[in-house]
């Protein structure tokens, strides 16, 4: 019954956008809107939609815990002996479930927006509701037709064939949900961009409106893809934390477009400047969310991540997608052909800077969707199954992204429109000196000299100085009266919550930058053999010893449970390590969990291998076993940092700015209205 | 005009990578080539099912171009394949080697019995070790190995009709010549 009552949910949800949005399609087309009206039906519409999916979720959710095996979903991707967490998570373990969670997401992104909308002009709000209720429509529509979560499977399974173990991880909880808040979220700033097109209100306002919703949605995605990383890292055992796999990749794209995109948009919010930059990026942002979508679930790319794929689906993703970004994009080339940048500024300005940003970022994102695809386009132009790795993507990488560490440091203390190089040169090119220096004393402490590591860690350091001296100034001049100067606690709150959290985001990328070029530079890594009592040394003053191996038996896994105990100096012991291998029941697959000690400047890092047998008649406790020690340092710092630029983006959210005030509202909904006739006839 | 590109520029992009995409979707993804082709045949020494005959290696059939099949009684897909392999024994152009893969041999003989046998020898690997040697990952697989010992192709799952002309006839020509 709940299958079925789940299916019925999805429907209604199904009619009621579809319903809603093709009304007021029809109105805007016949000029008839009545902005007001159409406020009324859109906002109930959101938010019926976002009542009916979550209904559906909860009902897949609760087949999923109670194991209804009649379900063909549940029988594929749970087990009855699968821990309760994972049975909840399972029920986005799968392609349809996952879409439920996306079309979840979607729903829930759009009910927000009708809710803290009503400041925003009344034609446009409509235009933007209008929009998301059509993608919406479009996508349960997909759901329903060819990936229907509620598929029946009559006889029902004794047994459920168990969710892919390397999903088992409490990661798995929470990284897709964050994942999908941000891939989804930038359709908010997509139906913005579009709306301001179809209305042909490409002024600030509209970038001022889209802002909070594409900081929130870049602040996800970027939780989502450090919770994927972090769980790979831990998970696949190799001591990677980043592999450049298609759908790591396919992540990184929207992130890349998204932080071009909410630099872009407070140029335009704050200038009226680089506006067609900002429209294509809102519209190329959501567009690499759906590529990302397509390409993880049509499995036109070979991947790691290739836990639920059909080609079937693939078409329909892709018709979809070139659907949607294609008419945004012929749109946008009708409307923007006249404004180009909009408002002028000189070749030295922040205008400039945040200019030159957008273009690394988009060439950055060039060049990942060219090593992600390459292997695509070589097999349709010669028919050859080929790979791009690593090599590549750092090689274009570094030289794209360190370039920024530098412009960053300097940016935020250019000023609008027009600065002369003396006001940029004079700050930066002492401090500039003074980091390089540094970087070099550092290295040259830590071993060899090695001139990539010298500039990321200068970078690092340059852009943490520029960052607070910037701040420093700003609250000097805020200062006033010099005999009788403003509280500290008021300038701060008079800098705004926008301000800090850039800082805080800024602070956040060069702890990153720091973080990537110590580990890149000297982690270490060890392949050991080793028997019950040795111990080997990790780097300078860590000794590990194998102190033995037994068998554990878990939920729904059995697994060989190796104890290591951790030393520092003399003896001192300070963590156990106790990395895992285990063998999964149902589908008998084995899967390694490496066991972390972490630490702010370096992480000890062991994982299982497989025991080395030297003579067949060898007791289990005599067995040598093959161990990967990994030194990692700095890593917590990546994690670290990731989380700095989020709450950045967070704290963004609370900036005074962005509250819509009733009291402007009334004005701008007679402009708009005015404007919704125009554009209508 | 550079105004213009900049219009159409994203959407002349939009349009190529539907097009790539549309023709990547018709491809078998997963379908990845083996990493022993242009390899020499790794090296084996297993009994013949047939009792009292030599043991089967792959050094016994240098200078010829063979076949060497993987299959087992257990095996369904072995089943439509077996016509074509027949109709291959038929043409006694080229030497047919059985691999019976994790197969108990009273079962080989029993299926091969029922089918009509293709092979003009055939390897017992009970325990699946030469297997793993070749990297086997599915029954049945067909490797096409040349008259220096060399891997050349090798077919995942069933051999259809087309299979001898476009892999094995191509080498025998060579090796004609």
Request: aromatic content about 10%; hydrophobic content about 50%; some cysteine.
């Given at each position: 019954m709940l299958a079925e009552l789940g299916q019925?949910?999805?429907?209604?949800?199904?009619?009621?956008?579809?319903?809603?949005?093709?009304?007021?399609?029809?109105?805007?087309?016949?000029?008839?809107?009545?902005?007001?009206?159409?406020?009324?039906?859109?906002?109930?519409?959101?938010?019926?939609?976002?009542?009916?999916?979550?209904?559906?979720?909860?009902?897949?959710?609760?087949?999923?815990?109670?194991?209804?095996?009649?379900?063909?979903?549940?029988?594929?991707?749970?087990?009855?002996?699968?821990?309760?967490?994972?049975?909840?998570?399972?029920?986005?373990?799968?392609?349809?479930?996952?879409?439920?969670?996306?079309?979840?997401?979607?729903?829930?992104?759009?009910?927000?927006?009708?809710?803290?909308?009503?400041?925003?002009?009344?034609?446009?709000?409509?235009?933007?509701?209008?929009?998301?209720?059509?993608?919406?429509?479009?996508?349960?529509?997909?759901?329903?037709?060819?990936?229907?979560?509620?598929?029946?499977?009559?006889?029902?399974?004794?047994e459920g064939r168990d969710l892919n173990p390397l999903l088992q991880d409490p990661f798995m909880v929470i990284h897709p949900p964050m994942l999908y808040m941000g891939y989804v979220g930038f359709a908010v700033a997509f139906a913005f961009a579009v709306a301001a097109l179809l209305e042909r209100r490409l002024d600030p306002t509209w970038a001022r409106w889209s802002r909070p919703w594409a900081n929130a949605a870049w602040a996800f995605l970027t939780i989502g893809i450090l919770l994927g990383s972090w769980w790979a890292y831990r998970e696949l055992g190799w001591g990677g934390w980043w592999f450049w796999d298609p759908v790591e990749n396919a992540s990184l794209m929207p992130w890349l477009a998204g932080t071009a995109l909410i630099h872009s948009l407070a140029v335009t919010d704050k200038r009226d400047a680089l506006k067609s930059w900002t429209i294509l990026l809102s519209i190329v942002a959501f567009a690499l969310s759906l590529l990302g979508t397509f390409l993880v679930r049509s499995g036109v790319l070979t991947s790691v991540h290739a836990f639920a794929t059909d080609p079937q689906r693939g078409i329909f993703i892709l018709s979809m997608l070139t659907l949607i970004v294609g008419a945004a994009l012929v749109l946008y080339a009708l409307r923007?052909?006249?404004?180009?940048?909009?408002?002028?500024?000189?070749?030295?300005?922040?205008?400039?800077?945040?200019?030159?940003?957008?273009?690394?970022?988009?060439?950055?994102?060039?060049?990942?969707?060219?090593?992600?695809?390459?292997?695509?386009?070589?097999?349709?132009?010669?028919?050859?199954?080929?790979?791009?790795g690593p090599p590549y993507f750092e090689a274009v990488f570094v030289p794209l992204l360190l370039p920024a560490a530098y412009l960053m440091a300097a940016a935020p203390g250019l000023r609008w429109?027009?600065?002369?190089?003396?006001?940029?040169?004079?700050?930066?090119?002492?401090?500039?000196?003074?980091?390089?220096?540094l970087a070099s004393v550092w290295v040259l402490w830590l071993g060899p000299f090695k001139w990539l590591t010298v500039l990321g860690l200068s970078g690092g350091l340059l852009l943490t100085w520029g960052t607070l001296d910037h701040a420093r100034v700003q609250l000097g001049k805020l200062a006033g009266d010099p005999q009788q100067p403003l509280a500290l606690t008021a300038r701060v709150r008079r800098l705004g919550a926008s301000y800090w959290g850039m800082v805080l985001a800024h602070l956040g990328v060069a702890a990153f930058v720091i973080g990537v070029t110590m580990v890149k530079s000297y982690e270490v890594e060890k392949d050991l053999v080793m028997k019950q009592g040795q111990t080997v040394e990790v780097?300078?003053?860590?000794?590990?010893?194998?102190?033995?191996?037994?068998?554990?038996?878990?939920?729904?896994?059995?697994?060989?449970?190796?104890?290591?105990?951790?030393?520092?100096?003399?003896?001192?012991?300070?963590?156990?390590?106790?990395?895992?291998?285990?063998?999964?029941?149902?589908?008998?697959?084995?899967?390694?969990?490496?066991?972390?000690?972490?630490?702010?400047?370096?992480?000890?890092?062991?994982?299982l291998g497989d025991p080395v047998q030297s003579r067949p008649t060898d007791a289990v406790s005599d067995l040598a076993w093959g161990v990967r020690v990994y030194l990692k340092p700095f890593m917590v710092w990546v994690w670290l940092a990731c989380v700095m630029m989020a709450l950045g983006a967070f704290t963004t959210l609370l900036d005074r700015r962005y509250r819509l005030r009733k009291a402007q509202a009334p004005a701008a909904a007679a402009a708009a209205v005015a404007g919704a006739g125009a554009a209508g006839a | 005009m550079r105004a213009n590109l900049r219009l159409i520029l994203p959407l002349l992009v939009l349009a190529a990578l539907t097009v790539v995409f549309v023709i990547g979707l018709q491809g078998d993804p997963r379908k990845l080539p083996s990493v022993f082709i242009d390899k020499p045949a790794?090296?084996?020494?297993?009994?013949?099912?047939?009792?009292?005959?030599?043991?089967?290696?792959?050094?016994?059939?240098?200078?010829?171009?063979?076949?060497?099949?993987?299959?087992?009684?257990?095996?369904?897909?072995?089943?439509?394949?077996?016509?074509?392999?027949?109709?291959?024994?038929?043409?006694?152009?080229?030497?047919?080697?059985?691999?019976?893969?994790?197969?108990?041999?009273?079962?080989?003989?029993?299926?091969?019995?029922?089918?009509?046998?293709?092979?003009?020898?055939?390897?017992?690997?009970?325990?699946?070790?030469?297997?793993?040697?070749?990297?086997?990952?599915?029954?049945?697989?067909?490797?096409?190995?040349?008259?220096?010992?060399v891997i050349r192709y090798k077919?995942?799952?069933?051999?259809?009709?087309?299979?001898?002309?476009?892999?094995?006839?191509?080498?025998?020509?060579?090796?004609?010549?």
């Open positions: 019925l949910l999805v429907a209604l949800a199904l009619a009621t956008t579809l319903l809603t949005s093709g009304q007021q399609l029809w109105a805007l087309q016949r000029g008839s809107l009545d902005a007001e009206a159409a406020n009324r039906v859109l906002g109930a519409a959101a938010l019926s939609s976002f009542v009916l999916t979550l209904g559906a979720f909860v009902l897949l959710a609760t087949l999923f815990v109670s194991s209804d095996f009649s379900v063909l979903n549940v029988a594929e991707n749970s087990n009855t002996l699968l821990p309760v967490p994972y049975k909840f998570a399972a029920t986005w373990g799968s392609h349809e479930g996952s879409f439920l969670l996306w079309n979840l997401m979607l729903c829930g992104w759009t009910a927000a927006l009708a809710l803290a909308s009503n400041g925003l002009a009344a034609g446009f709000r409509a235009r933007v509701l209008t929009i998301l209720l059509l993608l919406q429509a479009f996508f349960l529509l997909f759901l329903l037709s060819s990936s229907n979560p509620f598929e029946r499977l009559l006889p029902a399974a004794v923007t052909r006249d404004i180009g940048l909009g408002g002028r500024f000189g070749r030295l300005s922040r205008e400039s800077f945040l200019l030159a940003n957008n273009v690394l970022m988009s060439a950055a994102l060039g060049a990942v969707m060219l090593g992600t695809l390459y292997p695509l386009f070589a097999e349709v132009i010669s028919g050859r199954k080929m790979s791009v429109k027009e600065d002369t190089l003396r006001t940029l040169l004079r700050p930066m090119a002492l401090a500039t000196a003074a980091s390089l220096a780097g300078q003053g860590w000794r590990l010893t194998f102190l033995g191996i037994d068998r554990v038996e878990g939920p729904n896994y059995v697994a060989q449970h190796g104890v290591f105990q951790l030393t520092e100096g003399a003896g001192q012991v300070i963590y156990r390590l106790e990395p895992q291998k285990r063998l999964y029941q149902a589908g008998r697959q084995v899967m390694t969990e490496a066991s972390i000690h972490y630490g702010l400047l370096r992480d000890i890092y062991v994982s | 790794p090296a084996f020494a297993l009994p013949e099912l047939a009792e009292g005959q030599a043991v089967v290696t792959p050094e016994s059939l240098r200078g010829k171009v063979w076949l060497l099949n993987v299959f087992a009684s257990w095996c369904a897909a072995c089943v439509t394949e077996h016509p074509h392999l027949l109709q291959i024994a038929r043409l006694k152009r080229v030497e047919l080697v059985g691999l019976a893969y994790k197969d108990e041999p009273a079962d080989t003989r029993a299926w091969l019995q029922a089918r009509g046998n293709p092979y003009d020898r055939i390897a017992v690997d009970r325990e699946g070790l030469v297997g793993i040697d070749y990297g086997v990952y599915g029954v049945p697989e067909t490797f096409v190995i040349d008259a220096q010992g077919a995942v799952g069933p051999v259809d009709e087309g299979f001898f002309r476009a892999h094995v006839e191509p080498l025998l020509a060579q090796a004609g010549r």
